[in-house]
DNA sequence: CTTAACCCTTAAACTACATTAAGGGTATTT
DNA sequence: AAATACCCTTAATGTAGTTTAAGGGTTAAG
């Protein structure tokens, strides 16, 4: 991107502190932002029929996050995005995301390459999710996000594995011994 | 898009015949084409260490289908598709797209919404597939797709809900009872 | 016509993971 | 400083889904 792209983009960006806790996005709200996120981390999860969080995605410093779904076709979202830790976010709403798209090519391109990567991601997260054990799923979340298996706690962990925090205990126990 | 844009278009585009059982992409290679189904039916489905077939998605009439991971990066993929039914289907080639990418700045557009939505598609069966039991998820298989319910066989679609034949053979009997 | 290659179903034995319960540790709030 | 809310672990019991095996049906190939 040129000085000129990127002064149009900052000056369309947002900067909010989040604190532990606060959410960005809520269950039944339509996702106003696309969110990138400068410090701390987030959850993206839903939350089923029995109470239960199912993590999707978390994103830390130097990430996207949105639910691109709520904020494309402005429909009430299914999920929820909750900070892990205190942040420091910078967001740009829709309308101005659009702007950008419009007047700046560029934008579309980049903003094009952020989702397909972010597609991606996902789709070796269920390929993951559907063909490999609890213990080989934890396994390569080491490997991708090394700096995460020490900065979550292992409810937030389980959570994103699709397992009992009570089955990542047994895992990581089990994986110690060898 | 104008006639421009469906002129310049149309001519990069490439029609084949694909017969049953016939792939487009194999494990290893670099994914070529962004193709679109005219008619016929395809999977596309990574094979675990243990030689079983787990399908990601199914692509009939109107729908898109590509390893855009393997595509954008130009790195051997870790997926097949492979046709289901005799099909036909119109590809343009990586450099092709990006001509069109470059040069109309409506494709940019246009090609941003497809994977949009093919990534909504794809985060709500992650979420289904991590919150839901077998018989929810067949249930909304056949809730989004009616008519692939008849036209599949049955193993193809354990493959996709992530289960093995029997158990989906035993869970359609428990529901008929109903 | 015959054989082979799929495909569907049922049922018994098995396993990966969930549930429940309990005890102890460590932050965060009051 | 105390109280509360989280968080981690272990262990017994329970269950959704797998594995193995077997029989029969239907389509494709020699």
Redesign the pocket.
């Known amino acids: 991107m040129d000085v000129e792209e990127i002064h149009a983009l900052t000056g369309r960006l947002t900067e909010r502190k989040i604190k ?2 606060q959410f960005l996005l809520q269950e039944g709200d339509v996702c106003k932002y696309f969110t990138y996120v400068q410090s701390g981390c987030f959850k993206i999860y839903g939350v089923d029929d ?1 109470g ?1 969080e199912h993590n999707l995605a978390f994103a830390t410093e130097d990430d996207w996050i949105s639910d691109i779904g709520s904020l494309h076709k402005e429909q009430p979202s299914k999920l929820f995005i909750e900070a ?1 830790e205190p942040s420091v976010v910078l967001q740009i709403s829709k309308g101005d995301l659009w702007y950008l798209y419009t007047n700046y090519p560029k934008f579309d391109r980049n903003f094009r390459v952020i989702i397909e990567n972010k597609y991606i991601e996902l789709q070796e997260r269920l390929l993951q999710t559907v063909s ?6 934890y396994e390569s979340f080491i490997n991708q996000y090394p700096h995460l298996a020490n900065r ?7 959570s994103y594995l ?12 089990e994986r110690f011994k060898k």
């Open positions: 532990r806790r029995k239960v892990i490999a054990t609890a213990l080989e799923r979550l706690p292992n409810t937030q962990i389980a699709g397992i009992t925090p009570e089955f990542l205990s047994k895992i990581k126990n």
